[in-house]
């Protein structure tokens, strides 16, 4: 054969050995096992609204408290778990929506991280289990039958905020020896703060305290009109009153309370490492592990309706010394020998 013959002959045969190797590839590729192509098709879901913040943002202490609770039972993110993640960035309109997202996909849970939240859960689905973490008595909202058999779809656990409203006036009282007027400062369009409005101004009434409402409105609440409010009518406190709007703010919220030197009173601690005073509340961290508990359990099989509802069993008292030095606050002795955190 000429020279010119083995270049042809090579040429053929290098060309049906392309063709062979790129049938082998589509051949593997269609008949490779689907957990190869999509490693994470199948594992389970759970849907998470973030109340505040962005994808930007470092996860909170308490969502990082969820997952490593997950972790602890073997559930990585990833790896065995999905977490669907959705951003309010404080915005109640948004929630519904995205619990909506949850429902059409049909994730195996839902984390109900606020009371919005657990509402449109409970509106949208009477089949994906819920686990909740609720600030109000679950039974008179009516998310649940009883605390020992929940009945229904959604299980969790609950911190009934509103019922230690008349402690943190009693801290304050303690705090402030000359209180006689405080101001609440609440989103007025949050169905939590309606309630711990009521509650606040009922307790305000038993210690003969007088009470200002300073309501603000979202999605860009009026703080600074609020607090100077509050400073032109001479208010000796504000309580704080939480809620994902609130928290979405409060970066801008406390360096303005300071500047007005307002003493504060939180419900959560995170609002004191922004900068507030001082907190009573439950230990959101304890809160937020014990609910991956619920979800791990429901995971593998167990049903919300079987599994009672907790109570928060950890309740923080978080100073601020920094915040009392930049406001000309002494803090007692008695009330800094209380606190389980203080920062200075």
């Known amino acids: 054969m000429t020279p010119l013959g083995y270049r042809l002959v090579d040429r053929k045969f290098m060309k049906l050995t392309n063709v062979y190797l790129l ?18 098709k199948g594992l389970p879901r759970v849907g998470v609204i973030f109340s505040f913040g962005t994808a930007a943002d470092t996860p909170s202490p308490i969502y990082q408290a969820y997952t490593q609770g997950l972790r602890d039972l073997g559930y990585i993110e990833g790896k065995n778990i999905i977490l669907e993640r959705r951003y309010a960035e404080g915005r109640l309109d948004r929630m519904a929506p995205f619990v909506q997202e949850f429902v059409q996909q049909k994730v195996d849970a839902i984390l109900g991280v606020n009371n919005v939240v657990i509402r449109a859960a409970k509106e949208a689905t009477k089949t994906i289990p819920i686990v909740m973490i609720s600030s109000v008595d679950p039974v008179a909202a009516g998310y649940v039958e ?12 609950a911190w009934l905020n509103r019922d230690i409203s008349a402690k943190r006036i009693e801290l304050l009282k303690e705090l402030l020896s000359k209180l006689s007027r405080i101001g609440i400062l609440w989103d007025v369009d949050g169905p939590g703060p309606a309630v711990a409005f009521k509650e606040y101004n009922a307790a305000a009434g038993a210690f003969k305290l007088e009470l200002r409402s300073l309501e603000i409105r979202g999605p860009t609440p009026d703080l600074a009109g609020a607090l100077q409010g509050a400073k032109n009518a001479n208010t000796d406190a504000v309580i704080v009153v939480g809620n994902p709007m609130m928290s979405q703010h409060m970066k801008t919220l406390f360096p303005l309370v300071t ?10 601690d995170r609002y004191v490492e922004a900068g507030g005073l001082i907190s009573y509340g439950a230990n959101l961290s304890d809160l937020y592990r014990r609910a991956a508990e619920y979800t791990v359990e429901i995971l593998k099989g167990a049903k919300p309706a079987d599994l009672s509802v907790k109570l928060a069993s950890k309740f923080d008292i978080v100073v601020n010394l920094k915040t009392a030095h930049q406001i000309g606050v002494v803090v007692p002795q008695h009330v800094l020998v209380q606190a389980d955190k203080v920062i200075k």
């Open 23 to 40: 049938t082998l590839v589509l051949f593997l590729a269609l008949n490779m096992p689907s957990g190869a192509q999509q490693p994470t």
């Open 146 to 157: 009883t605390f020992a058999h929940p009945g229904g779809n959604i299980t969790g656990v």
């Open 259 to 268: 500047k007005h030197r307002i003493p504060s009173m939180t419900e959560e």
